[in-house]
Every structure is written in C-alpha cells, then in structure tokens.
C-alpha cells in the first residue's frame, strides 16, 4: 500500500467503499468512479458508435469503467458494484435494456454480456431515474418523496419514495413528460397528443420561438437568428426576454413548465421537488416565476409545502446516481 501511495495519489480512497458508474448515451459513453460520499473521483470516456452491435458496445461501456478505476488509482478489487444509466426502459431485475430508441438496443442482456469483463454486482436503471437518484443523494436528508424533472430535448421523470427509486411493477414508470397537458393538443414524439413533453421541453421553446419568428419576420427576436428559424435554439428566447415578443414565448413556456408541475405537486405532494435540464441554467428567471404559479394553483392549503428548487448536479447526477442503483 505505501508504495501505491508514492505512485497514485488517489489510493487514499481504497479504503471507502468504491463504485464505477457508466452513462451510456446514444453519442458518449461516459463512466466515473464514485466514492460513499458521492464524489467522482475520475472518469473516462469514449464514443457509443450507437450503430454497431451490442457486444461492442458493452465491451467498450465494460473497459471505459475499468479505465476509469485505473484513473483513479483503484484496483477492481476496490469496487463494491456497478450502476449503468442508459435511455429506454430497463429491466433491473434481469439485467437487460428493454428497448432504447436511439442505441437501437431491444431486450438486450447488457447485465450477462458486461459480466464477461467485471466480475461485480450491475445494476441498472432509465438515465433520467438515475439522474434523480443522484440528485436526492446529495441532498443528503432522508424525505418521503423527492422528484425530479428534467427539462431538455423531452421531458424525463424521476421519483424516490421512501429512499427507494420508483418506477413502476414494470421499469417503465414515472414518465411525467407523457401525461396530458393539453388534450387534443400539440403532437408528441410519442404519438400522443398534448402531452407535457411537447408543451415544457427545449424542444417546445424552439418551436414557439421558430413560429414567432415566421410571424413577425421584422422583430427583435427574429433579428437574433437573421430571420431564418434553422438558427433558433433554446436560448433564443431567453436573450430577447425584455422585448416584447421574447418576454411573450419565455411566460408562456414558464407557465406552461409550471402548470404540469402543479399537478406533480399536487400528486406526489413531495418534501422537494428539483427542476433540471440544461434550461434549467436559466436560474431564477424560470424559477421564481414557477413556484409563484404553483403556489397560486396548487390544491394543498394550511400545510407544509413542496420546497421547489433548481437541481445542482447537472449532467454528474447521472453519473452519482448509476453509482448508488445497488443501494437504493
């Protein structure tokens, strides 16, 4: 051990319970060492190549953990488990993705292909769970319920009840994104209409800013992307917020956000509930609007209330929270 110490600095670490945790997504594939206190203590990276085969890609997912221990100085040997977080549904119990679109993987046994090259316990569980997962961990207080929702290219889910991530009897629960905002309204990817997805991801900012751009062709907003809606993207808004039309799409999307989070509320009544997503960044300019909404329209009066706040870990809690599936 102390010649280790000489040579790594990390190996302090091999006496705290270790775990390597993988983020499988359809253009990375990313993988961290995480300590019992939820730091990642290294990483490593390489790319998915989502069109090959299954086999290599776990071959990869397998040697990107192991790359990462060895960049935090560990052996295999320090490891308690892994946790992988990958888009789709998944099935935890038999180890195998489900189905996930853009990995085009269906009912593939990622667990008993992985084992080939670790020999530890693997968990598994849907990104956005473990995202959720990791962002209750953090906050390091035992509660009821947490919930988490993440605002990006769609609309993720992820609840915790009593310290344990709920997904449903089948893996495939806690979709808030596919519950009906607007009946009869905008198409969603999922072939529903209306759906909250379509009404407070980035994706419906973009869309209603590229229609108020075709609207008023001679705007302030329209200006920011030289009037050609291919140069709209999420921010677009939010830096034409103060004139009028950009102020216009920004409330109307907040409310939109706001109005399927007063039904989360109003369901799970949950001690916290923490907002992600890239959007997210955007702080108190959505924030402070949101719970002034929910406060307003919420159903519960005369008691405790949801403490609604901007999720802190950003793209590591999906890393933290793949690290603790085997515990929670």
Known sequence: VSSLLLLHPYSKWCSINMFLAIDLGGTNIK??????????????????????????????????????????????????????????TIDNKRGVIVYANNINFRHTPVREEMQKYINKPIYMGNDANCAALGEYVMLKQPMECFVFVPLGTGVGGGIVINGKLYTGFNGAGAELGHTTLVK????CTCGRNGCYEAYASTTAVIRMTKEAVKENPGSYLASLCDNDVDKVGGKTAFTANGDELGTKIVNEWIENVAAGITDIVNIFQPEVLSIGGAISREGDAILKPIIEYVEKYRYSRDVEQTKIQIAKYGNDAGLIGAAFLGRY
């Open 31 to 88: 993988a961290g060492l995480v300590d019992s206190d939820g730091n990642i203590l290294a990483r490593a990276q390489r790319p998915t190549g989502a069109q090959r085969g299954y086999e290599e890609i776990v071959r990869d997912m397998s040697l990107c953990a192991i790359e990462a221990a060895e960049n935090g100085g560990v052996s295999m040997d320090d490891i308690e488990s892994v946790g992988i977080g990958s888009p789709g």
């Open 184 to 187: 009869d309204g905008v198409p």
